[in-house]
């Protein structure tokens, strides 16, 4: 089979801008604009939808629909194809599949959520749970689904599921939280012999089990050792995608599954991955009825219960020590850093503008791509778990500095809140196992939403980002100069100190 990758093609923007009556200086202009001004549109998109429940599903449809015939599957020889074409292609390579199951035994399935060095459940995470909701950190919805978890630790028994782990060893997946819990996983991920490694190591060392593909057909009865094995284990979404999908179709037939989307990757690869990864969802909800399982990120426009605008305008109004401050930052930004975070209700509903500016515009395409699918496959029956998790401490996001700055000083931000990974995915896995095992979550598609996108209003776990007084694409510079400052005061007291010896000394 000849190799294919996924190319996103942006001719049809050059031709607009670079027509013969717009000049160069023009284009370059108004790209620049939609670099820095992006999130007016895609704000402006949700209040499009929010004027019909067609109109929302219409959106989505469209959004999906351009995406697969407009991005192409470039072949090694230069010719190319639709995505969407691509996808429906016959393949005459098949992956084989290996299977390995744990060898320890499951000791407990009650819900633990590692938390500032140390591991909550029971009462205690109870407790915790509450002390977010009343800050304001996370939604109460959210915290429900939590306490149905602890109150039902049965659910946590995780046995007799199967998910689909696309991105298994991503930082954000689940995949150590359901091993533990004694889950069956399907894994795709790429074909390096050092991730599965880790990634089968740690299966054995579990009472879970994990599937996954093999390349050339073949089983693990095939090779020698496990260096060979891991050498031909995983598949690449972005040349293999229709073999991946191939391969899942026809895996454990009579098995439900529950497809997860957590690849995560910088930039375009970004939005190509998840184009790639809702090609195989797309498959796997209209041909096996499969449950969809997304994180969404609080980073984004979102619909929001109208208590969380009300909060984030008692926030912006709280007169504090710290409100001169801020007053500072707006008056010589001239109204660019620190904008009010609460704009008006649409049609009913009300919605907040998270978009973090400098994420740029293909993490908002990556993450709108998932949306669209969550909605349309919600629509035709299938269950549907998207929550939205909290901005997260992971290596990808702090090895950017000015992130790992931001995220600092953020919590100064009432009721802002930066998780380590280990909480983020122990609460996430909660949220997702009260949508499989709750029949009255919205991720049901028997639960009625007066509009679609309601579905990321209830759950959300947004770590404050709903209910601060400021946007959270306006407050990363003031973040910035909150750690730098904090970091200096050490200095600035030794310095002090010396100042005040020497003087003493006179």
């Known amino acids: 089979m000849q190799e294919l990758e996924v190319r996103l093609n942006w001719g049809y923007v050059q031709r607009i801008y670079q027509s013969s009556y717009v000049s160069n200086r023009i284009y370059i202009y108004s790209l620049y604009i939609y670099r820095f001004g992006y999130n007016k549109f895609f704000c402006r998109m949700v209040e499009l939808q929010c004027e019909s429940k067609s109109a929302a599903l219409k959106v989505a449809e469209a959004g999906l629909a351009y995406c697969h015939e407009n ?5 090694q020889d230069g010719t190319s194809s639709s995505f969407a074409k691509a996808m429906k292609a016959k393949n005459k390579e098949k992956f084989g599949t290996g299977k390995i199951s744990g060898t320890k ?18 009462d205690k995470l109870i407790a915790q749970v509450n002390a977010w909701v009343s800050y304001g950190t996370i939604e109460k919805s959210a915290g429900d689904a939590i306490i149905n978890c ?36 399907v894994a795709v991920d790429l ?3 050092g991730i599965w490694k880790r990634l089968i190591s740690l299966a054995r060392d579990s009472p879970g089990t994990i599937t996954f593909p093999i390349k050339g057909g073949k089983s693990i009865g095939d090779f020698k050792g496990d260096d060979e094995l891991f050498a031909a ?4 979404l972005f040349t293999e995608t229709p073999l991946t999908k191939d391969w899942l179709l026809g895996l454990y037939p009579k098995e439900e599954f529950v497809v997860g989307s957590y690849a995560y990757l910088d930039g375009a690869l970004h939005v190509q991955v998840s184009l790639a990864m809702d090609a195989i969802c797309k498959e796997l909800s209209e041909k096996r009825g499969a449950t969809l399982a997304y994180l969404c990120t609080p980073t984004d426009a979102h619909l929001v219960p109208a208590e969380c605008n009300k909060a984030a305008l008692r926030e912006y109004n709280r007169m504090t020590f710290g409100k001169l401050f801020e007053l500072i930052w707006q008056t010589i930004s001239m109204g660019k850093f620190l904008v009010r975070n609460a704009p008006d209700g649409v049609n009913g509903f009300n919605y907040v503008d998270g978009i973090a500016v ?4 293909n993490y908002a395409l990556a993450k709108r791509i998932q949306h669209w699918r969550a909605i ?17 401490s992971t290596v990808s996001v702090t090895s950017n500095r000015t992130f790992a700055w931001a995220y600092e000083g953020m919590p100064y931000f009432r009721p802002y809140e930066i998780f380590a990974p280990e909480t983020s995915k122990a609460v996430m896995l909660a949220l997702l196992t009260n949508d499989i095992r709750n029949k009255e979550s919205v991720a049901n598609p028997d639960v009625a939403l007066s509009n679609p996108n309601e579905l990321f209003k209830w759950n959300s776990f947004h770590g404050g980002v709903w209910r601060s007084a400021y946007t959270v694409s306006t407050i990363g510079e003031v973040s910035v100069f909150i750690y730098f400052s904090k970091t200096a005061i050490p200095y600035l007291g030794g310095l002090l100190g010396i100042m005040a010896a020497l003087y003493t000394r006179k």
Do not use: H
């Not at 659910?155 to 939280?177: E, T």
């Not at 284990?233 to 690449?236: I, L, S, T």
């Not at 629509?379 to 929550?387: F, L």
């Open 71 to 75: 991005f192409e599957f470039v072949q």
């Open 105 to 122: 035994e499951q000791t407990t399935t009650r819900l633990e959520v590692p938390y500032k060095g140390s591991v909550l459940y029971g």
């Open 150 to 185: 602890v109150k039902n630790d049965e659910w946590l028994d995780l046995s007799d599921k199967y998910f689909v782990l696309l991105g298994a060893g991503s930082a954000m997946g689940p995949f150590l939280v359901l091993l533990a819990l004694g889950a069956n996983i």
């Open 191 to 193: 074909d390096r012999p």
């Open 233 to 236: 284990c995983g598949c690449n």
């Open 358 to 361: 400098a994420q740029g515009p």
């Open 376 to 392: 349309v496959a919600r629509e035709a029956g299938c269950t549907v778990s998207s929550n939205i998790a909290p901005s997260t």
